[in-house]
Structure formats: C-alpha cells, structure tokens
C-alpha cells in the first residue's frame, strides 16, 4: 500500500470543510493509511458497513496499550486528565462492569427530570441576550447552558464551573496542533484532574442528590469501581457531557441557517426537530474523523490486512455519509427516514449520555428557533473558525435577530 496520507490539519479550507477530503479517501479503497494531526499513523476504515462491523469487532480494542505504537503509549499512559480507566479506553469485562455501575447512577430518570432544569437555564440566557438583537450561540449560549447542566447532574459548585469550562476547552478545542497548545491541554488536564480529586473528596464526606454521590454509592455497594476507576468516569462524563454537546448545537443551528428550505420546513412543523438533529449528527457530527482503536491481531477488511498493534481509525464522520447506505449523502434532508447514524458510536460503547444530548439538543434549538426571530448568520459562513481537533464544531457563532 502506498506511503500514508496526512490529514491536512494545517489547511484551513481542511479544517473548515473535511468532508470533500474524507470523500477521497473513501473511494480510494476500504482501508487507507493515513497521518493524523499529531504525527502519528493509523489505518482509517470509512465505509459505512466495515465502521459498524469494527466498532463491534472485539479484535479492535479501546485499550492503547494494545498499540504498538510506542509514541502513542508514552502520550496516553501519561493519563492527560484521567480517562485511560474509563469506559472509553477499556474492553470487557472491565468496561462491562463499569458501564454497569455508571448506568446504575445515570438512570433515565435522573435525565428526563432535567428538562424543565434545561428549558429554565435555556430561556435565562436568551432573556440576557435579547435587547442586542445579536449574540455568539456558542460561547453565551451553547456552552454556558451545557455547562450548567453537566455540572448540576454531577454536582459541582457553582462557583467552579467557569474554571471547569476553561480547562475543558483546553483540553478538547485546540486552536492548533503545535506543541505550545499541547502543553497547554496537558496543563488544563492536570488542573482538572487534582480539581476533580477534591471534588470527589467533598462528596465522600457529604454526599447530595447528584450523579457524583450516586455513583460512589455505587462504587461502595458493589466494592467495584476503584478510586481511579471513579475518577476517570467522572471525568469522562463531565467533557463528553459537555463539549460534544456544545458541537451539536452549534452545528444543528449553523445546517438550518445555511439550508433555508429545512429551516423552513422545521419552522412549520415543529414536531421534526428531533429527525432534524439525527440528520445534523449524521450530515457533520460532533467526532471528526471518528475513534481510535487498536489491532489485537492481524485484521483482513476488504482485502486488506491491518497488522496487530496498528492504530485504526474508525471513521464515524465519514462513514456518515457513505453513499451506499445514505442516498446523496452530502444533502441535508430533516425528513431523511432510517437514519441510522453512528456519531453516538455502536454496540457495546454506544454513548450513555446519549438521551441527555438529546434532550438538551431539541430544548436549546426549539427555544432559539421560537424566541429569535429573523434568526440569520451575522458573518459570512466562509469567516467562522473550527478547531484543529478530532472534535468539530463552529468555534463561534454569531447571529443577529430581532430584539422586538
């Protein structure tokens, strides 16, 4: 197979749009050796049929020490804030029993009773916005909204959220891949690492009625969840439960100020808005190009042999619009029956905080769609900013409206 491709971080009509690249790629063959923005090799699988058999493949696992790649395990085994023990990087049975526990905390109901919590905060800060008649719907609306609610499940003091906001756009939305930004993401790491450490403290003592005291009652009924295990949880759900979040809202809202013909679709019948966000997922979702697994043993996929210990990208965005499973792919179509979509993952890894997207998704767009008239970008689209990340979403997005 021909040398890598580097995935052109560095371009900025790259990182603006990706998806004419991707498309490359995927009709290059099933499986292309490429470089990622941080220097190091993967096989990337982006069609449609081999992402969904990968992400149940148990060859593929979560776990990096299962890379070869001694870089990647030097990287990752510093545990920059503390997710090598969560779900996320473990196999069964570990992650088996852990999801278990965190499940057993983060119920249904405990997310469903949010949602009168979510409209409140939600229309508190359109209210602080109004009279402008412009606003940035992500920085002072998307992410304070998302902070507030990943941080009153959890239970973190109201006093530290604009800390725990700044570390985890540290961490998640560099603005670049060089190596000041690096440590800059390693020192917001750490930060919130020690934060969360006290945070977990407190709650030991004094437990409350929050998704942190549920899940150390958890941990201490069942004698199964470990300290670093606990942390690492918390952590992930805390940037998961935030970050993405803010992505789909940004993004959702962006497709349906760009696509006028869907905006006016959804406008007149209200009741498509929650078709409409699945089809935002799958048209240009929150991870870009997907998740990062890695061979436990040689891997055939269309011909092709993926080497044990090789990193493989499973490419959820790209696989989002694969043509042989969604017709035009590159349309946005809020109606578009069927949709299944995998930027929420598939099987055993599937998002926990799934239904909480969601609700926080149709809550937020419904209220800005109904409370902000004449809704319209406020710069042209080829001027908004996107990270230089595996996470993507409009960094800014500024919009006018009318303050009567």
Known sequence: ?????????????????????????????????????????????????DVVAAMSDSRLSCDFRDSADPRLLTELSSDQGGLARSMLRVNPPDHTRLRRLVSKAFTARRTAEL???????????????????????????ALPLTVVVISELLGVPEGDRDG???????????????????????????????YLESLLAARQAHPGDDLLSALIAARDEDQRLDQEELLANVFLLLVAGHISTVDMIGTSILGLLTHPDQLKLLRDDPELLPGAIEEFLRHDGPSSPGVARFATEDIDIGGVTIPRGATVMVAIAIA?????????????????????????????HYCIGAPLARLEGRIAISTVLRRLPDLSLAVPFDELRWPAASLRGPIQLPVTFDPS
């Open 164 to 194: 725990f906001q700044e570390w985890t756009d540290t961490m998640l939305v560099p603005r670049s891949a060089d190596q000041t930004d690096l440590r800059r993401m390693e020192e917001a790491g750490l930060r919130m690492r020690t």
């Open 115 to 141: 949602a009168p919590r979510i409209q409140q905060v939600t229309d508190q800060l359109l209210d602080a916005v109004m009279p402008a008649g412009r606003v940035d719907l992500v920085g002072d609306f």
């Open 320 to 348: 989002g619009r694969d043509p042989a499973r969604f017709p035009e792919p590159d349309r946005i179509d809020i109606t578009r029956p069927n949709n299944a979509h995998l930027a929420f993952g598939h099987g055993l």
């Open 1 to 49: 197979m021909n040398e890598p491709i580097a995935l052109p971080y560095g371009d900025p009509s790259f990182v603006a749009d990706p998806f004419p690249f991707y498309r490359r790629l995927r009709e290059e063959g099933p499986v292309r050796r490429v470089m990622t923005g941080t220097g190091h090799e993967s096989w990337m699988i982006s069609r449609y049929d």
